[in-house]
């Protein structure tokens, strides 16, 4: 891993480089350099059962920024909660609703302490964004959170991003109060961003059951869902054009977007009407 000036003032969390980990496996489909070689082992064992992986997690990057475009231009919305927010790479939430608004303001969070870690050395800019370490499973917890209510107000609206991160909770979990407790924490007029592996998107049940075993042994199960259930973690809110479909395909920059057998998740933005 490379360190820069700014992280080498923070102090960060014993890492275990033996053992991978899913935000650096991510990293490392992203081409980044935050991830050892028990990540890259892992990626690349991934990829050998479900090869569109690492073009999926770029149209997932892809995706969060036409979302925060929309949000911030059309939308007119300035509080951004980014939830699972992994490590920092180009195309962060701050920076490109700040393209639109200059003074969009950003909570990042996430449950690894090494992804905090970099996140408040990269991320953090005072009075613009602020990291905190919470996890999603704890909802009312995270939500509480005071570096976070602090920096955001829920009285306004807020779009609560939560991409590629519920497939990473299991039912016993119950995602879906989950989100019904982050819906109900919004004023109406906020906005819901979400992607997740979507069972009917599989293209090899066997193949991803396979590669699901690798996030398995790194202690990182994953849980495809179907469509309907996805759906079902926006609730009420209205879901705007083109509605729940693979991410991909989300008001691509070219107006429209051909079939990608390797998108296998579903991702939309819905807004709180009441």
């Not at 275990?16 to 050892?36: S, V």
């Not at 992986?53 to 892809?62: P, T």
């Not at 906020?190 to 069972?199: D, F, R």
């Amino acid at each position: 891993m490379r360190w820069t000036k700014a992280e080498s003032r923070h102090v960060l969390p014993k890492i275990d480089t033996t053992k991978p980990n899913a935000a650096r496996i991510y990293d490392y489909w992203l081409g980044g350099k935050d991830n050892f070689e028990a990540d890259r082992v892992a990626a690349e064992q991934i990829l050998t059962q479900l090869p569109g992986q690492r073009r999926s997690a770029l149209e997932n990057r892809r995706f969060l920024g036409r979302a925060v475009r929309f949000l911030a231009a059309e939308a007119g919305i300035d509080q951004f909660l980014d939830i699972g927010v992994g490590l920092p790479t180009q195309g962060a939430v701050h920076e490109v609703a700040r393209e639109i608004n200059p003074k969009a303001r950003v909570a990042y969070v996430d449950y690894d302490p090494v992804v905090v870690a970099h996140g408040r050395a990269l991320l953090a800019t005072p009075d613009r964004s602020v990291v905190a370490q919470e996890d999603v499973r704890r909802p009312q917890e995270l939500l509480a959170n005071p570096v976070i209510r602090e920096h955001l107000d829920f009285g306004r609206p807020i779009a609560l991003m939560v991409l590629a991160i519920l497939h990473f909770v299991r039912e016993e979990d119950d995602p879906g109060a989950i989100t019904a407790c982050l819906r109900e924490a919004l004023v109406p007029g906020s906005y819901l961003v979400l992607t997740h592996i979507c069972e009917e998107l599989l293209p090899d049940k066997a193949a991803a059951r396979r590669a699901m075993d690798v996030y398995e042994q790194a202690g990182e199960p994953i849980a495809p869902r179907g469509a309907q259930q996805i759906r079902g973690f926006f609730g009420d809110f209205e879901l705007v054009e083109p509605g729940l479909v693979p991410k991909h395909a989300w008001r691509p920059a070219t107006g429209t977007a051909p079939a990608d057998p390797s998108d296998i998740s579903l991702g939309g933005v819905a807004r709180k009407i009441s």
